[in-house]
């Protein structure tokens, strides 16, 4: 049974809400399972990467740079495929094949022998997080309410998050004795090479990282029944003149003269839209731009400016600020709780604040302290100083960058051609992300630690131009009034 709430609000269309809001939480919550299952499998790879690294014996910046960001050519591939194959099959079917790619790529992780193997289910299981990093979103954008909008596409980065932070303590708690394996085998005064080549042959390179990979399969396959389980997006139902499936649904959420008030919104919309061209020829026609760039710069930014590192080269990162492995574990643990409390910040603050607000806090934010961190770093200091600037760089992200970001890409694009154009500015967040996570042990060695963080502080500034300059304020209205309001129709 479904426990609901009936909490009356005005609405654009003049017709009072009767929230049925334990059901719109429901399904929000399944299909934000995909950003679980995206942060998790996101960040796995930076606990395993100490012991996978030495079980592959990997060594050159290209062999380190590649291991840790494979799996970004997966995303884009799925993310590109996203926009096309939902617009013609629907959200859900897309979103459940990939709740399979996140279980089955998972195992193949755990069970693989050789690099190439490896790299392989590294880059399916990047398919799976191009598909749920659009479709998550987009789903939830288009079931919820207006005026809940903002929170529930912020739920899905919750879930990244704590998809995130699951990943960390689970990767802890693998090698939480590895510390005292290593003095009780070799004693305290060991050196780097013979600690190395004891984590290489013992439980801990051989196996242990074998199962942070594995242990995500287990979400995964709750996240495919609950697909199995939740109805199809009411606006793509509309758009295949699907009316009645799409009024059931809609009436569930929020009573008969909802659903009517929302089908004759949605359909004046599609009605204005049934000469003009659809698909991927239109999002790049020149009327759809300044929302492409829009779209696209936002993806970029939030890339950028420089946060996925930490979580990809976390140990690079705390080793450069004198932390042992031990401690690295323990720290990264850290950054994904600091993480998890300030993503409630932003569930608290973005439909009441606002998008663009946040986003500026964000930007400025992040440019502060990591020229802070840059400072640090420049002047050889080490150890808590270093620590809680970065987890004050992900405490800001989570409240700013990170879930805003989503929501706004969800919500700016006209609903004929949402998944093409979304499908669009994902691909350029994953291709951005490439780059970052790719260039990063280039840049370190290049610049040093304090040269590349204020290389990123950088960007954090030209992003905060471009949002103060660019972005509209999207908070409380309708997709079909912020469509109206983008391409200037009324």
Same mark, same amino acid.
């Given at each position: 049974?479904?426990?609901?709430?009936?909490?009356?609000?005005?609405?654009?269309?003049?017709?009072?809400?009767?929230?049925?809001?334990?059901?719109?939480?429901?399904?929000?919550?399944?299909?934000?399972?995909?950003?679980?299952?995206? $942060?998790?499998?996101?960040?796995?790879?930076?606990?395993?990467?100490?012991?996978? =690294?030495?079980?592959?014996?990997?060594?050159?910046?290209?062999?380190? !740079?590649?291991?840790?960001?494979?799996?970004?050519? $997966?995303?884009?591939?799925?993310?590109? !495929?996203?926009?096309?194959?939902?617009?013609?099959?629907? /959200?859900?079917?897309?979103?459940?094949?990939?709740?399979?790619?996140?279980?089955?790529?998972?195992?193949?992780? %755990?069970?693989?022998? *050789?690099?190439?193997?490896? &790299?392989?289910?590294?880059?399916?299981? %990047?398919?799976?997080?191009?598909?749920?990093?659009?479709? @998550?979103?987009?789903?939830?954008?288009?079931?919820?309410?207006?005026?809940?909008?903002?929170?529930?596409?912020?739920?899905?980065?919750?879930?990244?998050?704590?998809?995130? #932070?699951?990943?960390?303590?689970?990767?802890?708690?693998?090698?939480?004795? #590895?510390?005292?394996?290593?003095?009780?085998?070799?004693?305290?005064?060991?050196?780097?090479?013979?600690?190395?080549?004891? &984590?290489?042959?013992?439980?801990?390179?051989?196996?242990?990282?074998?199962?942070?990979?594995?242990?995500?399969?287990?979400?995964?396959?709750?996240?495919?029944?609950?697909?199995?389980?939740?109805?199809?997006?009411?606006?793509?139902?509309?758009?295949? $003149?699907?009316? @009645?499936?799409? +009024?059931?649904?809609?009436?569930?959420?929020?009573?008969?003269?909802?659903?009517?008030?929302?089908?004759?919104? &949605?359909? +004046?919309?599609?009605?204005?839209?049934?000469?003009?061209?659809?698909?991927?020829?239109?999002?790049?026609?020149? !009327?759809?731009?300044?929302?492409?760039?829009?779209?696209?710069?936002?993806?970029?930014?939030?890339?950028?400016?420089?946060?996925?590192?930490?979580?990809?080269?976390?140990?690079?990162?705390?080793?450069?600020?004198?932390?042992?492995?031990?401690?690295? #574990?323990?720290?990264?643990?850290?950054?994904? +709780?600091?993480?998890?409390?300030?993503?409630?910040?932003?569930?608290? *603050?973005?439909?009441?604040?606002?998008?663009?607000?946040?986003?500026?806090?964000?930007?400025?934010?992040?440019?502060?302290?990591? %020229?802070?961190?840059?400072?640090?770093?420049?002047? $050889?200091?080490?150890?808590?100083?270093?620590?809680?600037?970065?987890?004050?760089?992900?405490?800001?992200?989570?409240?700013?960058?990170?879930?805003?970001?989503?929501?706004?890409?969800?919500?700016?694009?006209?609903?004929?051609? /949402?998944?093409?154009?979304?499908?669009?500015?994902?691909?350029?967040?994953?291709?951005?992300?490439?780059?970052? *996570?790719?260039?990063?042990?280039?840049?370190?060695?290049?610049?040093?630690?304090?040269?590349?963080?204020?290389?990123?502080?950088?960007?954090?500034?030209?992003?905060?131009?471009?949002?103060?300059?660019?972005?509209?304020?999207?908070?409380?209205?309708?997709?079909?009034?912020? =469509?109206?309001?983008?391409?200037?129709?009324?």
């Amino acid at each position: 049974m479904v426990i609901g709430s009936s909490s009356p609000a005005p609405q654009n269309s003049g017709v009072p809400e009767k929230l049925n809001t334990g059901y719109i939480w429901l399904i929000s919550i399944v299909a934000a399972m995909g950003g679980l299952l995206f $942060g998790w499998d996101w960040v796995v790879v930076g606990g395993a990467k100490p012991f996978f =690294e030495r079980y592959f014996q990997l060594t050159t910046e290209a062999q380190i !740079g590649w291991a840790n960001s494979c799996a970004l050519i $997966g995303c884009l591939v799925g993310a590109m !495929g996203a926009g096309v194959l939902s617009d013609r099959f629907g /959200r859900k079917p897309l979103l459940t094949l990939a709740a399979l790619l996140f279980a089955v790529t998972s195992i193949g992780n %755990g069970l693989a022998d *050789t690099f190439t193997s490896f &790299i392989i289910w590294r880059i399916l299981g %990047g398919v799976a997080i191009g598909l749920a990093s659009s479709l @998550s979103p987009m789903y939830i954008s288009e079931v919820a309410p207006a005026r809940m909008r903002g929170k529930l596409v912020s739920i899905n980065q919750l879930t990244i998050v704590v998809g995130i #932070l699951v990943a960390q303590l689970v990767n802890w708690w693998l090698v939480r004795d #590895l510390g005292a394996s290593i003095e009780v085998a070799l004693g305290t005064d060991a050196t780097a090479a013979a600690k190395d080549e004891f &984590i290489r042959n013992s439980w801990f390179g051989q196996t242990g990282w074998r199962w942070m990979f594995a242990l995500t399969a287990l979400p995964s396959i709750l996240f495919f029944i609950g697909m199995l389980l939740v109805p199809e997006s009411p606006r793509w139902l509309l758009q295949r $003149g699907r009316s @009645s499936e799409a +009024s059931k649904t809609l009436s569930r959420i929020g009573g008969p003269e909802y659903a009517a008030a929302a089908v004759s919104e &949605i359909h +004046s919309a599609l009605d204005s839209e049934k000469n003009a061209q659809s698909g991927l020829r239109e999002v790049f026609s020149p !009327g759809m731009g300044r929302i492409l760039v829009l779209g696209i710069t936002l993806a970029v930014f939030q890339q950028w400016c420089g946060i996925n590192v930490v979580f990809n080269y976390a140990e690079e990162i705390f080793r450069a600020a004198g932390y042992d492995i031990s401690d690295v #574990l323990a720290n990264i643990a850290w950054t994904g +709780s600091v993480n998890l409390v300030f993503t409630f910040v932003a569930l608290a *603050t973005v439909d009441r604040m606002g998008r663009r607000p946040l986003m500026l806090f964000g930007a400025v934010g992040l440019a502060v302290i990591y %020229g802070a961190l840059g400072l640090c770093f420049a002047a $050889g200091i080490k150890g808590l100083p270093v620590l809680l600037l970065v987890l004050a760089a992900i405490g800001c992200y989570s409240m700013s960058l990170a879930p805003v970001v989503w929501v706004v890409i969800s919500e700016i694009f006209p609903n004929r051609i /949402r998944g093409a154009a979304m499908s669009v500015a994902v691909m350029a967040l994953w291709v951005a992300c490439f780059v970052l *996570t790719y260039t990063f042990p280039y840049l370190n060695k290049a610049l040093g630690a304090a040269g590349t963080f204020w290389v990123y502080g950088g960007i954090c500034i030209a992003g905060f131009i471009f949002v103060l300059t660019s972005l509209p304020e999207t908070k409380g209205k309708s997709l079909e009034q912020i =469509e109206s309001d983008l391409m200037g129709t009324k």
